[in-house]
């Protein structure tokens, strides 16, 4: 027995950030249909979860992209991740680095967690392809990110699964100026400023605050990461 898939059908982690934005428009490009998949794992700020809702939006009435091929989106509640990680994402803990050497904001084993639930969710749909925005280049020691745990995970789940799910991740050895610059590509000025007004990055859930890059508190790790590849991307295509 093997799961009956098409080509032409992908599912994108869908968070409302900067990066499964670009890669859900990366997916729109390349598959007839495309579906979206959300977790809630009871994170401190629900207003990613919020922001997903507008940019879908926004794909489906836009002219940049063949929104036309977005399909219905999908939002799988995990708050048992939530209550076994004590994280800052889902806890008033300090963003910082802990004792072992891993960022506060890490939840154990995360991304195995999402992959499990989204090739489960792929196979229902019959969608062949699943499109992730992890990324080993901005490492920030998160394991679960790693080009090898993802290759590692797609041969577990096609084992698991007697399927021959194929796992996409367009921004694995991009930058976050070369994401900005990946968005431009695919999207032109448009993607370009749904990326920067709709999606959320700051672990604080900070949309009070607007930079040139977008809204966030400017001083958290993923806001400082966002900035500065902002200014570097911005920097080099002035060049
Ligand atoms: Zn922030």
């Given at each position: 027995m093997t799961a009956s898939l098409s080509d032409d059908r992908a599912l994108v982690l869908f968070s409302g950030g900067q990066d499964s934005t670009t890669c859900l428009a990366w997916a729109l490009r390349r598959f007839a249909e495309v579906e979206t998949v959300g977790f809630d794992y009871g994170q401190r700020h629900a207003v990613e979860l919020e922001c997903r809702v507008g940019i879908r939006e926004a794909l489906l009435r836009g002219t940049a992209l063949p929104g036309d091929r977005l399909g219905p989106d999908h939002m799988i509640p995990l708050e048992a991740l939530g209550r076994i990680s004590e994280t800052a994402l889902t806890r008033e803990v300090e963003i910082a680095t802990a004792e072992s050497g891993l960022p506060t904001t890490f939840v154990p084993g995360r991304n195995l967690v999402f992959l499990t639930f989204a090739a489960a969710l792929a196979y229902r749909r019959g969608c062949r392809h699943i499109v992730l925005g992890v990324c080993e280049t901005d490492y920030s020691g998160y394991p679960d990110c790693r080009d090898d745990t993802i290759k590692a995970m797609q041969v577990a789940l096609n084992l698991g699964l007697e399927a021959r799910l194929v796992l996409h991740t367009p921004l694995m050895w991009r930058d976050k100026a070369a994401t900005f610059a990946l968005a431009e590509e695919i999207g032109g000025a448009e993607l370009l400023n749904l990326v920067i007004e709709q999606t959320h990055t700051c672990y604080l859930g900070d949309r009070m605050h607007r930079h040139d890059w977008g809204y966030?508190?400017?001083?958290?790790p993923a806001c400082r990461l966002r900035a500065d590849g902002f200014a570097r991307w911005t920097a080099e295509s002035k060049r």
């Open positions: 966030g508190c400017g001083t958290c």
